[in-house]
């Protein structure tokens, strides 16, 4: 029988058992640099015993941020405080790795006063913000500056990276036929609609070496008629799997929405109660050799420990019940296994940073 404490490695990474704080954005930087709140946050974390941390998201260019508060990696002048950060993880034998970002249209801050890049002229769904079709120099802009956020997260101390190609941002956007409308080598067949995603990667693996972790975020599929569908998703992770991603987290795009949609079939899968992505995890997580990290709607320890013995699913990452309850795997650890404490309200994003209502200090 499989442990939830077992070590498991993603490349030259090794955590120290399988659970992963996925990335959760903080909105608790002003300038996107670190302070000694952030510190504490993260330290807090690594002490309540969590094998891999993801960061909360960064963008790698100045211009763009799809929300207040949110980390940068567009210049070197953020190594110094980032190094402090992994320092500190390091201290508690936790990893800690990088998630960067490109938002994209997904966004309604500060709509207007910069320029939005989106494969094409289709203007988000939720928010209805709409984008910039972006050159072909625009593109190789992005990927080169994804590329660069990597050099500078590796000579932070990070132990990987994450890209983000979920949550309908830029690359989400591209993979998906409802955003991607292009005509070019970037549009129409999933293979050119992989494109950018694969630029990204393999630009940044030049940069970083072999042996350094660069894992993905993906969405198992968009959820909606005329979008990324699962099979698509399939298709995508055994590709980045050959090219030689190191880790797959897969995710979906419920933002909050989760707990209503519990019970409902998506592209023949149904959202589970927990973990609610979980089934598309399965299915991928035979498909590939590479861990499949499953994300969303984690409560109990023992249905954890279930999917783990009765899947190919490696790891398993935690966002809101982490915000309720930073020592949530120590507490399990320990043998406290009562579920989590977060009812997933959603209520965690606030104007003055995100927090769990419950137990704000
Ligand atoms: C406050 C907040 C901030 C988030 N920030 C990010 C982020 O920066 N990057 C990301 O990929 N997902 C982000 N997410 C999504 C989570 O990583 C996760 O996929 C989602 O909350 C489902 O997991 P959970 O049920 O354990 O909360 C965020 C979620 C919340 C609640």
Redesign the pocket.
């Known amino acids: 029988m499989k442990s939830l404490f077992d070590s498991i490695k993603i490349n030259s990474m090794i955590s120290k058992n399988r659970f992963v704080r996925?990335?959760?954005?903080?909105?608790m930087t002003e300038t996107g640099y670190m302070n000694e709140k952030l510190l504490s946050i993260y330290e807090e974390l690594a002490k309540g015993e969590i094998g891999l941390i993801?960061?909360?998201?960064a963008n790698i260019v100045k211009e763009e941020q799809p929300n207040a508060g949110?980390f940068g990696i567009y210049d070197d002048s953020f190594i110094e405080g980032y190094k402090e950060l992994c320092d500190k993880v390091h201290k508690y034998d936790s990893r800690i790795v990088l998630?960067m970002?490109y938002g994209g249209t997904k966004t309604t801050y500060n709509v207007g006063e910069r320029i939005i890049f989106a494969p094409s002229n289709i203007p988000e769904k939720g928010t209805g913000t709409q984008g910039k079709e972006m050159t072909k120099d625009e593109i190789k802009y992005i990927v080169n500056a994804f590329a660069q956020g990597a050099r500078r997260a590796k000579e932070s101390g990070f132990d990987g990276v994450?890209i983000?190609g979920?949550?309908t941002y830029l690359i989400n956007q591209f993979l998906s036929p409802y955003y991607n409308k292009r005509e070019d080598e970037y549009g129409g067949s999933l293979d050119n609609r992989m494109r950018f995603l694969i630029e990204i990667y393999e630009e940044m693996r030049k940069v970083v070496g072999k042996d350094y972790p660069i894992l993905l975020?993906l969405t198992s599929t968009d959820f909606f008629q005329g979008g990324l569908t699962f099979s698509e998703t399939r298709e995508i992770c055994k590709k980045m799997e050959e090219i030689g991603i190191d880790a797959i987290e897969l995710?979906?795009n419920l933002h909050?929405k989760?707990e209503s949609l519990i019970g409902e079939s998506f592209d023949e899968y149904k959202i589970q109660n927990e973990g609610?992505f979980s089934e598309f995890a399965k299915v991928v997580s035979k498909e590939i050799k590479i861990p499949v990290i499953t994300?969303?709607?984690?409560k109990t320890f023992e249905a954890t420990e279930d999917l783990l013995n009765n899947s190919n699913i490696e790891m398993f990452?935690?966002?809101?019940?982490?915000?309720t309850e930073p020592d949530l795997i120590k507490r399990w650890k320990n043998g406290d296994k009562k579920k989590v404490k977060?009812i997933?309200c959603?209520k965690?994003?606030n104007k003055d940073g995100?927090y769990c209502i419950l137990i704000k200090r």
């Not at 993801?54 to 998201?57: D, H, P």
């Not at 994300?295 to 984690?298: H, N, P």
């Open positions: 996925s990335a959760t954005w903080e909105n993801l960061t909360g998201y949110m998630q970002a994450e983000h979920a949550h975020k995710s979906g909050g989760g609610y994300v969303g709607g984690i990452a935690i966002s809101r019940p982490l915000l977060c997933r959603s965690c994003r995100n």
